[in-house]
Structures are given as C-alpha cells and as structure tokens.
C-alpha cells in the first residue's frame, strides 16, 4: 500500500470514529425513535465534496436522506459547523448552528454564521427529521475551507521570463524555485494561477491531477486560481518546486488563427503557504529570486498539437539537488490587476484509456492506429528508438472512402505530436498542454511494433460525475445514447465547446443551448453551467448583446443571434430545473434581462425582424427544389426564442419574486407573441415557413392561439410525413421536434423519426460506425463521400440534444418548476418504437431516481425508485386491467394517494420509496 492509500484508510478509519463519537454524543431525547435504517450522507458544499477553495460569502450545503422506507420527507434539519472537527461532534466550540428548522430543505441550503475568513476551514455535519417522527443520528463529518478572499491575501507576485523568443508557438517556460523549511509541517496549500496554462511539480512530482489549470474564463475580468494540499509532497529541510507554462487559451492560436488574444506574455502567480506544528507560518511565493528556462516543449498550442525534444528535457529540475545555474533570473509585472476567483466548476481531468482496437497500413501506406472510439485527449506511449529520431503523430477522426487517413475537417488545426527521442532507452511520453478530438492515430517516422503494451489513448473533459444512465432493448438506440456521452465528454472542456478537434473549439452558445438540457440528464453540470455563465455575464455587451462565442474571443460584431444568445436565458432555466439552484436565476437576472432588453430595444412594434441570425443552422437542405422547404424563415426563429426568453425571464421573475418585472414582461409577452401571429402565421393558422423547426418553435414556445394548435400539430405531422418520417430540422427545431410531438399525441411519430435509420435521421450515423454524435446528418453522405471539410466535425453535441427527449419521454423520468431539481418527479414512461424495454437512471440532487419498464406478452412491468424527501406523480400508460404494485392491488395500498383514470392512462401519486407495477397493456399506438 502507498503512502497516499494508507492516508485513505486512515482518514475513513478517523471518520468511523468521529460518526461513533457523534452518535454518542448527539444527545437525543429518550421520545425520539432512533431508526438503525434512516441517516443522513453524501454531505456537499457548493456541489463538492471538501472543497478547499470556496469564495462565496454564504456557502450552500446539501446532504442526502438515506433510507430504504417509503414516504420518508425531511420535516427538519440541524446543521453545526465548527473549526475542529472532533469538537464538534461533542457539540463544542460551535461556530454556527441553525439550530432545528422546520423544513424540507435538503438542498443548497445557506451556510448562516458569522462572515467566513479567508483559509478558514469549517467542519460541518448535520442530523434530520422526518415524517415519521424519526431523526439520523449526527451525519459524518465534512468540510470546505474558504480560498483567499481579497487582493491583499496574495502576497505572490506575477512573474514573466525575459526571453525575447517568448511568443505565441514558442518554447514553454520552465520557472523553479528552491526554499527551505525549518519545522516539521502541520498543513501546506498551494494556490496558484497563470497566464497561460500551468503543470507544477514539488520535489519531483506533479501537484494535483489536473489539466488546463487554471480553466478557460474571460482572463481580463475573471481568472481562477487553484487551490492544492500539498502538505504531503513537501519536508522538512530542502525543497524544490517548478512551474511550466504553455500557450493554452491565454495567448495560443484561436480561431482565424488569431493569437495573444488576452495578452502576450505568459505569467505565473504562485504561493504556498506552509504551517508548521509550531503553529507558525511561512509563505513561498513567485517573485523575483525564482529562475526560469526553456526545456524540453518547444511549442504546444491546442489546435496544433506538442513539439517535445526529450534531449532538452532537465531531469530533476524540480528537486533540490538541481544546479541552475545557467538558468536566467525572471521579472515581476506589478501592472497585472487580475480579477481573482476560485475555481467553482470541475476541472478537466484524465478520464477512461483506450487500447488500441487495431493497427494498419492504409491504401496510401500510412501505418495507422484504431481506437475505436471518437474521443478528445491524447495518445500516451512508451517507445523505444535511436536518440535524436523524431516521430510525428497525427489525428483524425475518420478514415476517407478508400480507407485512408483523413484529416481536411480539422482546417488548419494540425493536431500533430513532434517527439524527438533522448536515447536507446523507453521513453514514456503525453503531450502537456495541448488535446486531440480523434480515433485514429498515424505513426511517421517509427519503425518498430505498435500495439497495446506500448500506445493507450486517454479521454480528458471536466471531471463531472456521470449522474445519468439509459438504455433499450435496442442496441442502436443505445449506441446513440453512448454517442450523446461521448459527444458530452469531448466536448465539455472547462468550457461547453462547439468541437474539439477543428481550428474553432470555442463556447459556441447556440450549440450550448441546444444541448444545456441533455447535459444535465449525463452528468452534473451545475458547477459547469454555473461557471460559464458568469463568464457570459462578464462578455456581455453593454447593451446586452450576447456573444457568439463565450469566452468571446471573436470581435465586438459577433454577437446576438437568435437561438445562441437566448442561451443567457435558457442555460441559467435549465439549471434551476435540473437542481432546484435558484441562486442560478438570481445570479444570471440582470443578464437574462440585458438580452431581453436588447431584443427589444431592436424591435419595432414588438417585431424583431433585424440583425444576423444563423438560422436553423444545418436543417436538411436537400438536393432539390421541393426540399428547399426545410429552410425556415431567420426572422421568424429570432421572434421565437424573443417570445421564448420572455418568457423564461417571467419564470426567473417569479421565483425570485419579481413582481413587477412579472407584470412587465408578462404584457411584454402578449405583444411578442401578436406580432409573431400577424406577421408569420395565416389567419387558419398556417406558418409562412412550411417547416418542420417553424411549427416546433410556435408550438413548443406556445406562440399559436390555443384554438389553432391542434390544427398545427397535424400540419407539423403532415410535413414530417412528406418527408417520409425523416426530420430535417437543423441544431434549433431539434431540440423541441419530438416533445412537440408527444405533448400533442403523436408520440409514435416522435418513434419514428427516433428510429429512422436512412438519412436524415438520429440513426443514420450510427448505422455508418458513429462513436459521437455528428455536427452534420450527413457528415458522411450515403455515398460514403464526406460533406464539405469546411464544416464538417464528427463530434457536435447540437443533435444530441434528443437525449432529453429519451430521458423525459421514453423512460419518462422528468421535474418541473413546482418542484425543481426533482423535488418533485415526474414518471411518465411511453413505450413505443417497438422497445420491449427501456431503463433511466439519474442521480439527483436527492439520490437516485429510476424508471425502468419492460413489456413481455403484453404484460408491462415499471419500477421506479423515488428517492427520500421526494414525491412522485406517476403516469402509467396505456392501462386496461388491474395494477398491482409489489403484487398488491394498487388500490389497496395507502401509500398510493390520488389514483385517477386520465384517458387510457393511470395517474398516482406516491412518496419516496421502491415500487414494481405490473399490468396488461392497451396495444400502445402504432409502434408496439
Ligand atoms: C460552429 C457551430 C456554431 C456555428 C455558428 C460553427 O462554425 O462549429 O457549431 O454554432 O459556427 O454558425
């Protein structure tokens, strides 16, 4: 066992005792009932684990029930927090406690004690009531700890290399600093930041696991700073430490291979603050005894790639023993007024390995590498060749007609790693400060066997836990499924990406927004979202003109366009969905309000029919001219997603209880959507735009009057008809299309443009081996020839937002505004397309939550896991005899409330809890 493992069962071993010692102590009175099976766990803050740099001045916490009972409900909470973790299980030194409220809240709920310091670390733990006049024992213990808080906390400051050759594609600094300690060390944290992108060791090995530190913000008005334990890589007596820095976002190649677009210098901000036994202090901070060299990084830059000479390489450079003499002395900038913030999202980690699947030699005689999977990171290996050999690798995401290696759709991103071998030796080597959006590798200039002992792809994305999982019986369904995943992870790099391998791979909102809701059924992506929101706030025009791009790193002209500005008001709305967060709302009102305010100060008579929108960018375009018929009107989206972000701020307003901001925007409301009626609808009710995106946008942003959208549906239907069940929507009718579908009955036509499997279609890519989802229906054509390179990547979340659909419709698990986050769940399953089975699961905000149904001989069977302080209204579909639960008639079990009959389905209500319902059902719609 390492010495880091044994820490772990030492720390899990002094948490058992401190939950033996709260039991102990926790003092309850002999009344309360002490159930062996209800506790509270999974205790976070600001939705992590431990944090150790927080910067809000009123942390939210959040734990889970745990409970197999059913119907269980939070009635009340007591949190305490303290300084000394031990004491505070014994009720001492109590710094904060909210004493026992009477409430359900079990989510984000505000730390309330005295103003927090910087560094300070609070203890917490917290017990709970419910319902059945039961209360959990004391909870484990957890912690956060405050990260620095004001300017004058950082004592560090900035510092640069004199190197003239320090530019934009040039080598990457190496700094280093040797320094002393004198005592033995109680605690040590480094926080730290660049300009640039930072990897820093301490004695010889890295500090923490992750990548592209400090993350992607809008660096002039916001940049995080990490924050690292180091306590244990550091001794007492003599140390070393060194930071190297590449290009990264900061001052590297961006789109139209712009550069240098936050500045042109590459700057470290490091200290470290050590705290002996003694109790005394001692700080080692970047100034101006640090020296600084060029190494063995000749240049990186994430489209182009990494050129690593090994020969350059200093070994030990960051151990004491290390002579630096030659090394040059560095210079302090006490001009920088970085805007300083912790790191609040994820930051990017390594994730899953890949071996490879199968080494080649292409027609054109490449020797190439298969990793079978689409992905964005990078390609390890452990070779061995003569010193000074160079090999090159290159990375494409697909093979053309002839098999050959394809790389035209990466534009002018080169993608390619230069390795200059050292010696005779095996050398192991991963680019640094670059990544890859690839599944096959080409090797040039190396000879020897390829194969799994010696080359392992790694998949690298913000490190957000997987909260959701779906399936079906059918494997292509499934595949789809994995290429939304896939799509997600290569694509939610510090920052909601368009694509990760062409020379773009910036925050495109209108991809964002398409996709937000999807997302957030994957994985958690509060602390994402949350993040990049700030920064669209931070890019925001005065006038309230959204970015194309967030961090805008495109020019002042590029920004509000319908459908990717709204994203200011949509991502902020499905975040308060998916996790009940309304400090979310709160935090993006004003800027929500900016892009609404813009529209209307661009309208005329409440028509906003002016400026450059992308459309429905990528609907099917067809070949002929009847086809054309897919190209909706652009003034008509953008009054759409005006009428729709009006309304998503009239939500906002009234949870934050914006009342006159409600009756504002609500009249405001009523004339968007009139305009909207006389400008693009007949009077029967007929679009202007016979497409399918011009019905979806009216009908799911409830445009039309109530009288003509039934009418409309059936128009909606007609076209997907004529289109022979294909959709043709581009990245803004496809989110809604098949909700659409199914809130107006027609879930089975929603099946079958699911299930279509000719182009264009969901289906179409998987059925041609996509491991992603595809930012074209046709990336690769029928004819197995490619859509033009220009625009043409293989891993563009936009379509993927379907997930949403398979999620809330298929397996039917869904939340609304009367019980955000999933405080109260919606199950609503609908079998079709001819599935024999279809499972969800998504880790909530309060545990686990589940809706699997199969059907076998007509007999379906649903179960369904509620999580503790929950309820649930379940709608089981397409009902023709008895329902029995657990093998109980439904009707006789009183923990099943509000049993009605609503056309062929069964509507209930039930509370936290596991059930299994059974029943024969109707011949459900065309598709079963
Ligand atoms: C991006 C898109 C983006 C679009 C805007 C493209 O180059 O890759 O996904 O939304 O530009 O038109």
Not at 270 to 296: C, F, H, M
Not at 742 to 759: C, H, P, Q, V, W
Not at 804 to 822: K, L
Request: charged share 20%.
């Amino acid at each position: 066992m390492n010495y880091i493992a044994k820490k772990g069962v030492l720390k899990r071993v002094c948490l058992s005792i401190l939950i033996l010692f709260s039991l102990h102590h926790a003092g309850f009175s002999q009344a309360q009932n002490i159930p062996v099976n209800f506790r509270v766990d999974n205790l976070i803050c600001e939705y992590k684990v431990n944090p150790i740099a927080v910067d809000v001045a009123n942390p939210r916490l959040s734990w889970k029930l745990i409970t197999p009972d059913r119907n269980i409900q939070q009635t009340a909470y007591e949190i305490r927090v303290g300084s000394n973790a031990v004491s505070l299980t014994k009720g001492k030194d109590i710094l904060w406690t909210s004493g026992k409220v009477l409430s359900d809240q079990s989510v984000l709920v505000y730390y309330g004690g005295t103003m927090l310091q910087s560094r300070q670390k609070c203890y917490w733990q917290v017990r709970v009531w419910n319902n059945k006049n039961q209360v959990t024992p004391w909870s484990m213990v957890n912690f956060w700890k405050m990260g620095l808080l004001k300017p004058e906390d950082w004592t560090a400051k900035w510092i640069q290399n004199n190197y003239q050759s320090d530019t934009t594609g040039g080598p990457s600094p190496m700094f280093r600093k040797t320094f002393k300690l004198d005592h033995k060390i109680r605690a040590a944290h480094l926080y730290i930041t660049a300009h640039g992108v930072f990897e820093a060791q301490i004695n010889g090995k890295r500090v923490g696991n992750d990548y592209f530190t400090p993350g992607w913000t809008s660096y002039n008005k916001r940049i995080q700073y990490q924050v690292y334990d180091v306590t244990s890589m550091l001794q007492k007596g003599d140390n070393a430490t060194g930071v190297t820095i590449g290009d990264g976002w900061y001052r590297g190649y961006t789109y139209n291979r712009k550069k240098n677009v936050y500045g042109k210098k590459l700057a470290l901000l490091y200290q470290l603050e050590v705290v002996y036994t003694n109790g005394k202090r001692q700080l080692i901070t970047s100034d101006k005894s640090w020296k600084v060299a060029y190494g063995p990084i000749r240049s990186s830059s994430f489209f182009d790639g990494e050129v690593y000479d090994s020969r350059k390489e200093k070994p030990g450079w960051t151990t004491p023993a290390f002579r630096d003499l030659t090394w040059d002395t560095v210079k302090t900038d006490e001009t920088i007024k970085d805007n300083l913030i912790a790191t609040a999202g994820p930051t990017v980690k390594k994730h899953e390995k890949f071996l490879p699947l199968k080494v080649f030699t292409t027609p054109e005689g490449d020797r190439v590498v298969d990793f079978g999977q689409n992905l964005v990171g990078w390609v390890q290996f452990k070779l061995k060749a003569n010193a000074g050999d160079t090999m090159k690798l290159f990375h494409a995401e697909v093979l053309d007609q002839k098999g050959n290696f394809y790389t035209k759709n990466l534009r002018t991103a080169k993608q390619e790693i230069t390795y200059v071998f050292k010696d005779d030796s095996v050398e192991t080597f991963e680019p640094h400060f670059t990544f890859q959006g690839f599944r096959f590798l080409k090797v040039v200039g190396y000879k020897g066997p390829l194969d799994s002992t010696n080359l392992a792809a790694y998949a690298v994305y913000s490190d957000m836990a997987q909260t959701g999982h779906f399936s079906t019986s059918n494997p292509l369904i499934n595949q789809l499924q994995h290429n939304i995943q896939w799509g997600q992870k290569g694509n939610f790099i510090d920052i909601p990406t368009d694509c990760p391998q062409r020379d773009e791979r910036m925050g495109w909102t209108g991809d964002a927004q398409a996709f937000c809701r999807t997302a957030t059924f994957n994985m958690d992506v509060a602390g994402f979202f949350t993040k990049w929101l700030k920064d669209l706030s931070a890019d925001q025009h005065k006038d309230g003109a959204v970015p194309y791009v967030v961090p805008n790193v495109l020019d002042s002209v590029s920004a509000a366009a319908s459908g990717w500005s709204d994203v200011a008001t949509i991502a902020p709305w499905n975040i308060y969905l998916a996790y009940g967060d309304r400090q979310v709302l709160q935090q993006q009102y004003e800027s929500m309000k900016a892009w609404v305010g813009y529209i209307q100060q661009h309208s005329r008579n409440y028509l906003w029919d002016t400026g450059n929108h992308f459309g429905d960018w990528l609907f099917y375009a067809g070949t002929n001219y009847e086809d054309g018929a897919a190209l909706t009107d652009k003034n008509l989206i953008a009054q759409a997603f005006y009428a729709h972000s009006t309304q998503l701020l009239i939500n906002a307003a009234k949870i934050l209880g914006k009342n006159e901001d409600v009756q504002k925007y609500t009249q405001l409301l009523v004339n968007v959507k009139q305009a909207f009626q006389s400008e693009y609808v007949t009077p029967n009710g007929r679009m202007i735009s016979g497409t399918q995106t011009s019905y979806v946008l009216a009908l799911n942003f409830d445009l039309l009057p109530v009288n003509l959208r039934l009418s409309a549906a059936k128009r909606l239907v007609h076209n997907i008809e004529d289109y022979d069940e294909h959709i043709t929507t581009g990245f803004l009718g496809t989110p809604y299309i098949c909700h659409v579908l199914s809130r107006f009955g027609y879930t089975d036509i929603a099946y079958d443009l699911l299930m279509k499997e000719s182009y264009p279609s969901w289906l179409y890519p998987v059925k041609n081996g996509a491991t992603t989802i595809w930012e074209r229906w046709d990336g690769i054509k029928p004819d197995k020839s490619f859509e033009d390179p220009e625009m043409n990547s293989f891993n563009h979340y936009a379509y993927g937002a379907i997930g949403d659909w398979m999620y809330r419709v298929i397996a039917g698990i869904n939340t609304d505004e009367s019980g955000p986050g999933f405080h109260k769940i919606i199950i609503a399953p609908h079998p079709g397309g001819k599935l024999t089975s279809a499972q969800a699961e998504l880790e909530t905000m309060y545990g686990k939550v589940k809706s699997a149904w199969s059907i076998d001989n007509g007999i379906f069977t649903l179960d369904v896991i509620v999580p503790p302080n929950t309820s649930a209204q379940i709608v089981l579909p397409a009902v023709t005899d008895q329902i029995t639960e657990s093998g109980l008639d439904i009707n006789t079990e009183k923990e099943i409330t509000g049993i009605q009959k609503v056309g062929d389905n069964e509507q209930l209500y039930v509370g936290s809890g596991t059930y299994h319902f059974v029943y024969t059902l109707k011949t459900y719609g065309k598709a079963n």
